[in-house]
């Protein structure tokens, strides 16, 4: 089974009414995080059998953002074992009901989200600690009856992705503009000029175990 973890993206400040809060929506930048982290995923041909949410607004709506961009056509499920108070007993009586799904969605909250990830990942009681940011998803395989993180993707490296995507097609369509009928790279290289194209780098670090926002 493939797991993909996804803390829901941005939704503003945290309200002190819990019932008001639980329908608390998405802002500006969280629709953009769930917008640019389904096209990444999108083009590293994600597919999943079934996606699954917290009932909470913010978590429902970032599941139906990142589905739309991979292209499921599914509902979005509904399970209280993703709400923010949720122990991991009940998250793993919910991977036994979706046992026969060869790969899953889940949407979720912090701080329980990361708690769930490390638990699943860590072995022979052992805990491990993996800090999903607001719009994070995290991608986890099982491989001889035990799960194993791939990889962890950021709201800020699928705006990279997105940005440097752009880059490249407005470069595509300048050379489609040269009457020449040259590509510019080619035009500068026919002329002794050595063309120089830098795509930005992600800086990964390591760091002590941050507090996790609640939100």
Partial sequence: M?????????AGQRKPNPKKDEKRPLDSDGILQCTQMGRTLATLDTSVDAVVSSPLKRATQTAALIANEIG??????????????AKYEAFRDMLRKHAKAESLLLVGHNPNLSEFLGNLIAENGARAFVDLK????????SEQKKFVLQW????RLANASS???AAENSGIGAASRNGSGQSAMEAESSNGKTADK????????????PKMSRK
């Fill in 152 to 155: 962890l993707l950021t709201p």
């Fill in 2 to 10: 493939t797991i993909y973890f996804v803390r829901h993206a941005s």
């Fill in 163 to 165: 940005q440097a995507g």
């Fill in 198 to 209: 830098k795509r930005p780098q992600a800086a990964l670090t390591t760091k002590s175990r």
């Fill in 72 to 85: 499921y056509e599914g509902k979005v499920n509904i399970e209280n074992a993703l709400r923010p108070e």
């Fill in 134 to 141: 607001k719009g994070a998803v995290s991608k986890v395989e």
